[in-house]
């Protein structure tokens, strides 16, 4: 069955504290895996796509990687701002019509 | 350009009543999706539309049902509503036709149930 899993659930970090957020997946046949940001309230909003492993994607202070099974965002030097629900999903070969979430990885950034 | 529009964005219904929800896309996408998103268990999708034809479902009962309209408008209604419907609809449009493209996702309609 196909599966997406974020971790950590929730990471709190100090304003310019550096980490990654996970997004490991197992499906058969990835298509495309989708990056979004939501912030409490609204709906998600569209950060990267990347369709091949060894693809990177950057924005800012994030930058996106992916693997055969897995993708990382990577926060640099993180601003309160940043703070925000960052969910994964992805797309396969033969439905890309439905994409599948990860539950999210809620982060704070403390000034 | 406008994005994608939903309505209600927030209701109160009690259980057995039913709900429709709205959604308008981003002018041009021809794609509209729904999803259920709860805090246990994240974004589930719905159903997704492309030219007024449902081409994919997820698993929720029958009790889920929705339409798209020939200007690419979409409703979802949730029949005898039950506490567990409790959560944030979310639509979703996309350029989609023969190339895939990312979602973009509206505010939500956020439905308590009672």
């Known amino acids: 069955e196909d599966q997406v899993t974020q971790s950590p659930e929730a990471l709190r970090l100090q304003e310019g504290e550096s980490s990654s957020l996970n997004c490991s997946y197992t499906v058969s046949g990835l298509r495309g895996l989708f990056w979004y940001r939501q912030d409490p309230g609204k709906g998600p909003e569209f950060l990267f796509t990347?369709?091949?492993a060894g693809e990177e994607k950057e924005k800012e202070r994030l930058k996106a990687t992916l693997t055969k099974k897995e993708s990382f965002l990577h926060i640099t030097a993180p601003k309160p701002e940043d703070s925000a629900t960052y969910l994964c999903?992805?797309?396969?070969?033969?439905?890309?019509?439905?994409?599948?979430f990860g539950s999210g990885t809620k982060l704070n950034v403390k000034p | 350009k406008a994005g994608v529009t939903q309505t209600p964005r927030y209701l109160i219904k009690t259980r057995g009543q039913q709900v429709t929800l709205s959604c308008s896309p981003i002018s041009g996408h021809r794609s509209v999706s729904w999803y259920q998103q709860t805090p246990g268990q994240g974004l589930q999708f719905l159903f997704e539309y492309f030219s007024e034809t449902q081409r994919n479902k997820g698993n929720f009962p029958g009790r889920f049902s929705g339409r798209q309209f020939s200007n690419s408008r979409s409703e979802m209604n949730v029949s005898t509503l039950e506490l567990g419907d409790s959560a944030l609809y979310l639509c979703?449009?996309?350029?989609?036709?023969?190339?895939?493209?990312?979602?973009?996702f509206g505010e939500g309609s956020r439905l308590t149930v009672l």
């Open positions: 979703a449009s996309s350029q989609q036709g023969i190339d895939t493209g990312e979602l973009f």
């Open positions: 990347l369709y091949s």
């Open positions: 999903a992805v797309q396969v070969k033969y439905n890309f019509n439905k994409f599948y």
